[in-house]
């Protein structure tokens, strides 16, 4: 049986649906802080937290677990800066938590949620896997120390990983069931398309004086359905016996706030208004990927990812459900 840790936020639930369609049995880990039961679809969800050992002991004592998928991480670059005490309690202790109860499970194979903010401000783009890993915040920070934790763990338990950074993960669902709902929202995508679902709300443009061509970040975009298919690819490297990896996800094509709000105003039809704001402690000004290991090694393709697309997806599920899952 598969677990997924944070199998009710927005990439697990995603994964889960992909589980339940290749008819893979698993069950969800999660405490709700973040996700939401609604988004678990007909998949089975033990509720308990990472930071709880109990709960996670419990877990392992009622279910046979081969291999772990772990989303249960807090992932806001500016709370991290804010409040690095909770993302290193959360990230990395609640991890530390979840590999000690695999290790005495005896359970040797997981796929880890990682992030393109380990690499930090980039010395070359695109971005390749040996990169060097500087994280310029607590949350890229949190993330690389849990890679070099699954590292040692490696070494001392045989646990094998695979890691997959992911760079901005975006758009919905294609078929309409799932989306991004966060509360509050703090990802490019969905902000612009509030601020043109709802008037009265603006889009907060955080800087606009990096060294880019128009001066805004530019971020690679990537759909969430090609992430869940990467994880989907994780899991059977892993069970055919595959080694410890680190994977990119990410298309190679980098498009800037501007361009992206461009976008969002051609799909949605609205004006979208834009109050330009200060630079968010941070932020690198330029992260793109290059995903030619995961695409030669796992097979690996980016087939949803077009940038318009992924904001219709988004456009339409935020359409569908105006309060979230709360509807």
């Known amino acids: 049986m598969i677990l997924v840790v944070g199998g009710a936020g927005y990439i697990g639930s995603h994964v889960c649906k992909a589980l339940r369609r290749a008819r893979e049995e698993h069950v969800i880990f999660d405490n709700l802080e973040k996700g939401h039961e ?37 992932i806001e670059v500016g709370e991290s800066v804010k409040s690095p005490s909770q993302y290193y309690r959360n990230n990395v202790g609640g991890t530390l ?9 005896k359970v040797d194979k997981l796929v880890f949620s990682s992030t393109a903010a380990v690499y930090g401000e980039p010395v070359e783009v695109p971005i390749t896997e040996s990169h060097p890993k500087n994280p310029t915040n607590p949350y890229g920070q949190s993330k690389l120390m849990v890679e070099q934790m699954l590292g040692d763990f490696g070494h001392a338990y045989g646990m094998r990983s695979v890691c997959l950074r992911y760079f901005n993960a975006a ?17 490019l995508i969905p902000r612009l398309l509030l601020a043109a679902r709802d008037s009265g709300i603006n889009f907060k443009l955080f800087g606009t004086d990096y060294d880019t061509p128009d001066g805004t970040c530019v971020r690679d975009f990537v759909h969430v359905a090609d992430i869940a298919s990467a994880h989907m690819l994780a899991m059977e490297h892993l069970k055919s016996g595959g080694e410890s990896k680190a994977y990119n996800l990410g298309t190679g094509d980098g498009f800037s706030v501007r361009e992206v709000l461009e976008v969002a105003r051609e799909v949605t039809g609205k004006e979208i208004p834009v109050i330009e704001e200060e630079r968010r402690p941070g932020d690198p000004a330029r992260l793109v990927a290059s995903s030619e290991l995961i695409q030669k090694e796992l097979g690996w393709k980016h ?21 979230g899952y709360d509807r």
């Open 97 to 105: 938590n979840l590999l000690e109860a695999m290790a005495r499970a």
């Open 303 to 323: 087939e949803n990812s077009d940038l318009k697309s992924m904001v219709e997806n988004a456009w339409n599920w935020m359409l569908e459900y105006p309060e």
């Open 171 to 187: 758009g919905a669902d294609p078929d309409g069931a799932l989306g991004e709902d966060h509360r509050p929202e703090t990802h």
């Open 38 to 74: 609604r988004a678990t679809g007909r998949s089975n969800i033990f509720f308990g937290d990472l930071r709880d050992r109990v709960s996670i002991d419990r877990l392992f004592s009622e279910f046979e677990i081969d291999l772990v998928m772990h989303f249960a991480s807090y």
